[in-house]
């Protein structure tokens, strides 16, 4: 069987009802298999998991997107996470039976078919780049919601899909195929922002730091203290075990203890391989949080 994943993240992590209605119109599409979703206040984002066959699983972003727009407007929002739209990113990634060209396929024929229902500009990125300038996000976000209205007329910066006009309401829409990767976040026992920052900044390979990791330190308000929120991107090389290692003993240079980390979303088995749940001090962590259970 073929199993594609889907990894949406929407601009919302206060309202739980309204993120419970996007699962709610999710669960409705027959074939899909809702893994996880979290949110956060602090980022004010939420993050929905789940995999199905290609088909099933096009159908359930286009259900889940649709209903975001519906529901979330960007002219309120606010958060310490960078994003470009309601709908801010849509990644397609291959699980079983399923190669990365059928991924940048589906990524394709969803973000054209949401970018005209919607009138929303849709940017692709990663193995779907159209650009090669675009194939990392962090490219994409360069700016964030506040500098649409500017760039969107620039050359540089047309849509891949959809009208080269800014929606306030709506914002832009990241739409990708990419390998696996890890949302991983290690919380500090510390209030100090300039920290946070600084090892971040040491950690991220825009930096000269490790490869495969992005990494921006940010305030949890709500909890008085700061994280080191990362993306690693290719696990295999650079693993979690190292990553994890690393912003220890530079949070240890600071006289700071790690409180703990945790992941959004979920990862692979083998990028748990010579290393415990225990050990990463990771909260809430189940088997669950393992793809290969569900599949």
Same mark, same amino acid.
């Given at each position: 069987?073929?199993?594609?994943e ?36 602090d980022?004010n984002r939420s ?10 699983v ?59 229902r919607?009138?929303?500009p849709?940017y692709?990125y ?25 760039k969107i007329? $620039?050359p =540089? ?9 800014? #929606?306030?309401?709506? @914002?832009? %829409? !990241? ?23 600084r090892?971040?900044?040491s ?32 696990y ?5 075990r ?14 700071? $203890?790690? =409180? ?5 979303g979920?990862?692979?088995? #083998?990028?748990?391989e @010579?290393? %415990? !749940?225990?050990y ?16």
């Amino acid at each position: 069987m073929k199993i594609l994943e889907c990894i949406p993240n929407f601009s919302e992590g206060k309202n739980r009802d309204t993120i419970n209605k996007i699962v709610e119109e999710l669960r409705r599409v027959n074939g899909v298999n809702l893994l996880d979703f979290s949110m956060d206040q602090d980022h004010n984002r939420s993050v929905i998991t789940f995999i199905g066959t290609p088909e099933d699983v096009e159908r359930g972003a286009s259900a889940a997107s649709d209903k975001a727009l519906e529901l979330i407007d960007m002219r309120k929002h606010s958060g310490v996470h960078p994003r470009n739209g309601a709908v801010d990113v849509v990644p397609f990634v291959p699980i079983k039976g399923v190669d990365m060209d059928e991924a940048i396929a589906v990524a394709h024929r969803f973000g054209r078919a949401f970018a005209e229902r919607n009138n929303v500009p849709v940017y692709f990125y990663g193995g779907a780049a159209l650009n090669p300038s675009r194939k990392g996000l962090p490219f994409i976000r360069k700016g964030g919601y506040e500098t649409l209205k500017d760039k969107i007329n $620039d050359p =540089l910066w047309l849509p891949d899909a959809g009208p080269a006009v800014f #929606n306030p309401r709506s @914002g832009a %829409t !990241a739409v990708g195929a990419r390998n696996p990767l890890i949302a991983f976040n290690i919380n500090l026992d510390t209030d100090s922002i300039d920290i946070a920052g600084r090892i971040a900044k040491s950690i991220r390979q825009s930096s000269g730091g490790l490869k495969h990791v992005q990494a921006m330190g940010v305030l949890l308000k709500s909890r008085n203290i700061v994280q080191v929120s990362m993306n690693l991107t290719n696990y295999k090389e650079t693993s979690i075990r190292r990553v994890f290692d690393t912003v220890k003993e530079k949070a240890r240079e600071f006289g700071v $203890d790690i =409180l703990e980390s945790e992941l959004i979303g979920l990862l692979p088995r #083998n990028a748990l391989e @010579g290393v %415990t !749940a225990n050990y990463l001090q990771l909260r809430d962590f189940r088997e669950e949080k393992i793809i290969e259970t569900h599949c």
